[in-house]
Structure formats: C-alpha cells, structure tokens
C-alpha cells in the first residue's frame, strides 16, 4: 500500500471485526437469549385472563314538584292561578304549599321496596343553617310504602304562615327571639333491592329548606343527590396475541444466531484477515486521529548533515516530544511525523520504516527555537493545521 493509499471501508470492517470479534459474539448471544425469552414468554402465555366488569347497577334520586295556588287576587296574580316550582313565593297571596317528594330508581334493580317517612319541622337555629338548634317542632306528614321499580311518591300541604305564626307564639313562650326561624320538609327513605342476584339497600335524607324573606318565602330543595349501587362481577376475556412480539422476538433470534455464525466462518476461513501493512494503515490512522490536535499537515525537507536525526517507536512518543518541547508535529505526505527542535529532528514514519537507533537517544529537548503555532520552521519545515491554528500549546509560548 503506497502512503498516498488509504484502507478501503471493507478493510476497515473487517479489521474492526476482526478487533471486536468477542465483543460482536456477546452482543449476538445476548440478542438470542433476549429474543428467546420473549418468543417463550410470548408463546406460552395464557391465552385468557380475568377482569373485573359491572354486572348491573342501581341509582336512587329525589326530586321535589311543589306550587302554590294564589287565593288571594291582586293585580298581578289572579284569583286561583297556580304558580309552579318558583324559588319565591308570596306569604299574603300564595300562603299554601303544595308537592310532592318523589323517589326513583334507575337501573335493573328487582324485589324493590322503599318506605318514605315526610315529617314536618319547624325550628329555631343559632349559626346558620347548620348551627346550634335551639328549639324545634317535628310533626309527621305521611308515611308511603311501595313495592317495584317505579316512583315512591309522597304528597305534601304546608301553610306557610300559620307555620310561621306558630314559630313566632314559640319564641313568645320561650321569651327570646334569638335565633333563625326555619322550616323544612324532611323525607328519611329506606330501600332495598336486588341487583344482579345480590341483596342491596340504601338510606337516604332529602330536605327541602322553606325560609321567610320578608312578605316571600324561598323554597330550595336540597335532596341528597344520586345514590348508586354498582355490582361487578369477574369475567374471562382472550388475550389478543401482539405479532411484533410473538414473531419479531424468533426473527431477533434468527438474526443473532446468524451473524454469530457467520462470522465465526469467515474468521475460521481467514476472511476477517487483512494484510499487516492495512493493519498498521488503520491503527495509525486511528492514533493520527487521537492526537490531531497536536499535528499540522505539511512538508519537511530532508535532514542537513549537521542535523541529529531522532527516529522515535511510535507517533504517540512523538507528540510527547512535541508536548515537551513546546512543538508541533508536522505531518508529511510521504507519511512520516516531525518534530524539529533546534538542531535535533525527531521523527517516526507510519509505515514503520522508522526505527530508533542505540545512537540516537530521546533527550530534552532545548528551547527556543520553534514555536507550535509557527507557519515556517527554522529548518525550512511548513505546517499547517486547517481546523487550528493554534495548538494546544500555543498559550505557553
């Protein structure tokens, strides 16, 4: 191979192969034992499992329906209109309320039976609505029982006013005011229910809030929300077979297998082997790479009979020449490596055809002679770095 010549990419592949040829092995009998855990796991896998599911379920909800009938005529209501499900109603005009509170059920329940006790409660409470209690008045309105899925329905008929009156005679016997005065509907129901073959039941409490406001009164139905029953039930479902690893994982396996086998082959056949002088090619091409920042590309002319030629071993002990010296290392076409100091050459050829004589020792170099960063040596050497114009040692100098 002439120093102009450079290894080809085959070469250079098989060389690394050749390198790394335990390496690549490992790599190929990791990717077969992976690939074949995963192929075994893939395959003898279940083909089934179990989940969880919601077999049936079962909601209960309040709703409220209320109106009053305006018995007192005025200009703006008529004698007998009805006004429905208003938040305000007027105490002189519309004094009576009426509805009905009403529990459903939603789902596939069976067996269903519901109890619904309204009572009415008139109070006096210190802190708002959920303050202290300080007096109250429970009186029952109706208790409805019924069986099946449908609405358990319970009517109610409330003066506002008289209850009012009856607060306010309280307070009276009780001499104090202190106090808010409320009244409120509240309907406690009991269920129970089959649901998917089991035996369910709920209680809820559902209020509805009627507060005075002056000549008004507000009515806020506040129930308890929906109550849910949910049955699940455990069920076997196939597991869907992913292809990507039943059949990626044997072609892993395949792959590895393989390439590990095959060059085995061409290192038992002695394909792998490349000639010693694109081995030392390569290497060296390997080491001019480590240390390019220390070498420039130029040319060097030959030696002068008062010149001290220092062949050196090996390119790496050059730049340490170089590094010590404050030097750079110049690179010649012809491939041999440079260093000029003062009088001294040292020197080492890629190709191995510079060898270090029992003559020519590797001493201290003197100073002052070349700087790294030097475009012309005092030898008449020229170098050039294209990415650096600059060596590493140029800040030293």
Same mark, same amino acid.
């Given at each position: 191979?002439?120093?102009?010549?450079?290894?080809?990419?085959?070469?250079?592949?098989?060389?690394? @192969?050749?390198?790394?040829? /335990?390496?690549?092995?490992?790599?190929? @009998?990791?990717?077969?034992?992976?690939?074949?855990? #995963?192929?075994?796991q893939? $395959?003898t896998?279940?083909?089934?499992?179990?989940?969880q599911?919601?077999a049936?379920? *079962?909601?209960?909800? &309040?709703?409220?329906? $209320?109106?009053?009938v305006?018995?007192d005529?005025?200009?703006?209501?008529?004698?007998?209109?009805?006004?429905r499900?208003r938040?305000?109603?007027?105490?002189?005009?519309?004094?009576? @309320?009426?509805?009905?509170?009403?529990?459903?059920?939603?789902?596939?329940?069976?067996?269903?039976?519901? &109890?619904?006790?309204?009572?009415?409660?008139v109070?006096?409470?210190?802190?708002?609505e959920?303050?202290?209690?300080?007096?109250e008045?429970?009186?029952?309105?109706?208790?409805?029982?019924?069986?099946?899925?449908?609405?358990?329905? #319970?009517?109610?008929?409330?003066?506002?006013t008289?209850?009012?009156?009856?607060a =306010?005679?309280?307070?009276?016997?009780?001499?104090?005011?202190?106090?808010?005065?409320?009244?409120?509907?509240?309907a406690?129901?009991?269920?129970?229910?089959?649901?998917?073959?089991?035996?369910?039941?709920?209680?809820?409490?559902?209020?509805?809030?009627?507060q005075?406001?002056?000549?008004?009164?507000?009515?806020?139905p506040?129930n308890?929300?929906?109550?849910?029953?949910?049955?699940?039930?455990?069920v076997t479902?196939?597991?869907?077979?992913?292809?990507?690893?039943?059949?990626?994982?044997?072609?892993?396996?395949?792959v590895? @297998?393989?390439? =590990?086998?095959?060059?085995? *082959?061409l290192d038992r056949?002695g394909r792998?082997?490349?000639s010693? =002088?694109?081995?030392?090619?390569i290497?060296?091409?390997k080491?001019?790479?480590?240390?390019?920042?220390w070498?420039?590309?130029?040319?060097?002319?030959?030696?002068?009979?008062?010149?001290?030629?220092?062949?050196?071993?090996?390119l790496?002990?050059l730049?340490?020449?170089?590094? +010590?010296?404050?030097?750079?290392?110049? /690179? +010649?076409?012809?491939?041999?490596?440079?260093?000029?100091?003062?009088?001294?050459?040292?020197?080492f050829?890629?190709?191995? =055809?510079g060898?270090?004589?029992?003559?020519?020792?590797?001493?201290?170099?003197?100073?002052?002679?070349v700087?790294?960063?030097?475009?012309?040596?005092?030898?008449?050497?020229?170098?050039?770095?294209?990415?650096?114009s600059?060596?590493?040692?140029?800040? +030293?100098?």
């Amino acid at each position: 191979m002439s120093a102009g010549d450079g290894p080809s990419r085959r070469d250079r592949i098989l060389f690394l @192969l050749a390198e790394n040829e /335990a390496l690549v092995l490992a790599c190929c @009998l990791l990717l077969v034992l992976a690939g074949g855990f #995963v192929a075994y796991q893939a $395959h003898t896998a279940p083909d089934t499992t179990t989940e969880q599911r919601v077999a049936e379920t *079962w909601t209960t909800n &309040t709703t409220v329906d $209320h109106a009053a009938v305006v018995r007192d005529p005025s200009l703006a209501f008529e004698e007998g209109a009805v006004l429905r499900n208003r938040s305000l109603y007027f105490r002189s005009t519309t004094p009576i @309320l009426e509805g009905a509170v009403s529990v459903t059920h939603e789902g596939s329940p069976s067996d269903v039976s519901t &109890t619904t006790d309204l009572r009415l409660v008139v109070r006096s409470v210190d802190g708002g609505e959920n303050g202290r209690v300080l007096w109250e008045i429970s009186e029952p309105i109706d208790t409805v029982r019924s069986t099946g899925p449908g609405p358990t329905r #319970v009517p109610f008929e409330v003066n506002v006013t008289e209850q009012m009156a009856t607060a =306010a005679r309280v307070q009276e016997d009780l001499q104090t005011t202190q106090g808010q005065r409320q009244i409120r509907l509240v309907a406690e129901t009991r269920t129970q229910a089959t649901v998917a073959g089991e035996s369910r039941s709920q209680r809820r409490r559902d209020v509805v809030r009627i507060q005075p406001r002056g000549g008004l009164y507000q009515v806020d139905p506040a129930n308890a929300g929906e109550q849910t029953e949910t049955v699940r039930e455990t069920v076997t479902v196939p597991i869907e077979t992913d292809p990507l690893r039943a059949y990626g994982s044997l072609a892993v396996v395949v792959v590895g @297998l393989v390439t =590990a086998v095959v060059i085995r *082959w061409l290192d038992r056949e002695g394909r792998l082997a490349v000639s010693p =002088a694109t081995a030392t090619a390569i290497q060296s091409a390997k080491e001019r790479e480590s240390f390019d920042e220390w070498i420039s590309r130029g040319s060097v002319p030959p030696p002068d009979d008062d010149e001290r030629v220092v062949d050196v071993d090996s390119l790496e002990d050059l730049v340490d020449v170089a590094i +010590d010296s404050d030097r750079r290392v110049i /690179a +010649d076409a012809s491939g041999e490596y440079v260093v000029l100091d003062g009088a001294t050459r040292y020197r080492f050829r890629s190709d191995g =055809a510079g060898v270090a004589t029992p003559s020519a020792q590797v001493g201290t170099p003197r100073s002052g002679a070349v700087t790294p960063d030097a475009a012309t040596t005092r030898d008449g050497a020229t170098g050039s770095n294209p990415g650096d114009s600059r060596g590493p040692a140029d800040g +030293d100098t």
